[in-house]
């Protein structure tokens, strides 16, 4: 089978690999849509040398596909069930395994992506208990989706428990972004998108927010609170992991409001006083998801008809893995897929 495989400072090579085969509790999936998330960004930015403790390993961590090889000892899933890949393994046994939040193992899981091989390929070796089945309703794109990226921006919506009641800032309108602006929508707030890039605050627009702020025109914080009152945002999400943007997502949130990190990497200066202690901030961190968030996910888009195909902008093959990352590395897309027919 073919594999890509990131090699440092922006290349990618596809490489030939051997069909993988299930050992006990293991099962094959063959790929059907894999996407690319904004954290394939940092290791395609890496130098070959950052890259080394994952060298010939297959990235691609929103894997969904057909299960068509089971191991001994799987009863949970079966040939030809369609899944999404929760992309993490751990112990199987502690308590956060047990809950489906295996990438918070205590004995430590493996990401699936970088320490394992991942879904830019043309199958997957995963353990069983990796494979969410999901709805005939759901297409293998949005089960790409929702396997990595859009399930993070879900599972930080419901950290912020976002209501109706809210009016919600989302900072960078990635794939991440994007996708907390659309479901933050769903569930009746009113969302104000923040990105610098004018195709994206198109397609924020467009996924359901009701402002769209180009922090490069306006100051973003003043212009939050412009649009609210003077008061500020109820919530707001980080999507971003910019040291400033994170700055700005906890400013322009009102005085006892909610705020969540999301982006990851980099680092951020706060000033606990005034910033968090003295505007009575809660502040959250939010790191994906579990299995059973997936699942819940998947149901949720369907039972209400969500037309999350509309994230999707880009539909690639394999082969064209390069031009893939090199489109998405320009920041200016929704997300990014690679389907097999
Ligand atoms: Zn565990
Ligand atoms: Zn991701």
Redesign the pocket.
């Known amino acids: 089978m073919n594999g890509v495989v990131l090699v440092g400072d922006r290349k990618l090579e596809i490489r030939r690999f051997d069909d993988p085969k299930p050992d006990r509790g293991q099962v094959v999936v063959r790929m059907r849509a894999s996407g690319l998330c904004g954290s394939d960004l940092r290791p395609y930015r890496s130098t070959p040398e950052e890259l080394a403790n994952r060298a010939n390993t297959i990235c691609g961590h929103e894997p969904c596909g057909e299960v068509v090889e089971t191991g001994h000892g799987v009863s949970d899933v079966s040939v030809g069930d369609r899944v999404m890949v929760h992309h993490y393994s751990?112990?199987?046994?502690?308590v956060?395994?047990e809950t489906g939040w295996?990438q918070l193992?205590?004995?430590g899981s493996t990401v699936y992506g970088s320490g394992a091989h991942g879904g830019n390929a043309d199958y997957e070796l995963v353990e069983s208990y990796m494979c969410v089945p999901m709805p005939d309703a759901l297409t293998f794109e949005e089960g790409a989706a929702i396997a990595c990226g859009t399930g993070t921006a879900y599972q930080a919506l419901k950290r912020l428990a976002i209501s109706g009641l809210d009016t919600l800032a989302v900072f960078g309108q990635g794939p991440v972004g994007l996708s907390a602006t659309f479901y933050g929508a769903v569930m009746g707030a009113r969302v104000i998108a923040v990105d610098p890039v004018p195709e994206r605050r198109e397609l924020a627009a467009k996924l359901g927010a009701a402002e769209t702020i180009d922090p490069t025109s306006a100051d973003s914080i003043e212009a939050v609170r412009e649009l609210t009152g003077g008061v500020g945002a109820d919530a707001s999400l980080d999507a971003t992991g910019i040291d400033e943007v994170r700055q700005n997502t906890v400013r322009s949130t009102r005085i006892w409001g909610r705020a969540c990190f999301v982006g990851e990497g980099g680092t951020v200066s706060l000033a606990p006083t005034p910033d968090v202690i003295h505007r009575q901030l809660t502040l959250h961190g939010s790191w994906t998801f579990s299995t059973h968030t997936l699942k819940e996910l998947a149901n949720f888009t369907v039972n209400r008809g969500l037309p999350l195909s509309d994230l999707i902008t880009h539909r690639f093959a394999l082969a064209d893995a390069k031009e893939a990352f090199e489109l998405f590395d320009t920041a200016t897309t929704g997300k990014p897929v690679f389907v097999w027919d």
């Open positions: 751990g112990c199987g046994q502690c956060h395994c295996t193992c205590i004995e």
